[in-house]
């Protein structure tokens, strides 16, 4: 595998499900975030790790529930979720030096809550 | 706070038609810009940058120029083919520690034969 792997691709979920979403680098990058894609709606920052840390939160609802184990990996845990959080979920991963760096980004799973 | 204002979608254009997808942003330090493409089914894949005032990103015939003036950063292409068929991004990097992206809504370009 090259790149950034999600997995996975397509998920349905009832609004009392648990579910996981994986996401795996395998770019020797050490920053990893997560995104959600909504229909005409910028992309939205939800996660951010840097070295295995968590330095981003952007006031994301506590259904949601990220882990980061290592820097290659990267988890988003998901219970009790809303049809409004349908959606595509996009992990990205990066390089991270202090200046820009470059984001790449995963092919996303496609979220629908039922 | 930095945000980002693209062009509403969508744009339909004949092959060989030149492109044009306006960009121009909000930031309060000094940004760098980017461009990122969507093909159906797929994640976003950056398609040029630009770090600074006065830079020229540029890839596989596309080319937006850094406008401090201005505060934009409009992508081009002056031959524009099928498979350039996709969701466009803009996007700035506010240089903060976590390094966040903001992106504009997208533009989704269809060229026909």
């Known amino acids: 595998e090259t790149g950034v792997t999600q997995t996975p691709r397509h998920l349905v979920m009832g609004m009392t499900n648990k579910k996981s979403l994986k996401c795996e680098q395998h770019?020797?990058?050490?920053?990893m975030y997560w995104y959600k894609q909504s229909a005409k709606k910028p992309l939205e920052l939800m996660f951010v790790y840097s070295l295995e840390e968590r330095v981003e939160n952007n006031s994301v609802p506590s259904r949601f529930s990220p882990e980061c184990p290592n820097s290659s990996h990267l988890f988003l845990h998901l219970h009790t979720l809303q049809p409004e959080d349908s959606a595509l979920y996009l992990c990205?991963?990066?390089?991270?030096?202090?200046?820009?760096?470059?984001?790449?980004f995963g092919p996303g799973t496609r979220l629908t809550v039922l | 706070g930095d945000s980002v204002t693209q062009m509403e979608g969508p744009v339909t254009l004949s092959e060989e038609a030149f492109l044009t997808i306006n960009c121009t942003y909000t930031a309060t330090g000094y940004p760098s810009l980017f461009w990122y493409v969507q093909y159906p089914g797929e994640g976003l894949q950056l398609l040029l940058k630009?770090?600074?005032?006065?830079d020229k990103g540029s890839n596989k015939g596309f080319e937006a120029t850094y406008r401090k003036e201005t505060t934009s950063f409009h992508l081009e292409k002056g031959s524009v083919q099928v498979s350039d068929s996709a969701v466009y991004f803009c996007a700035l990097s506010d240089r903060s520690g976590a390094n966040n992206l903001f992106f504009g809504t997208g533009t989704r370009l269809t060229v026909i034969p």
């Open positions: 630009a770090t600074k005032a006065d």
């Open positions: 770019l020797g990058h050490n920053a």
């Open positions: 990205a991963s990066s390089q991270f030096s202090g200046s820009t760096d470059t984001q790449y």
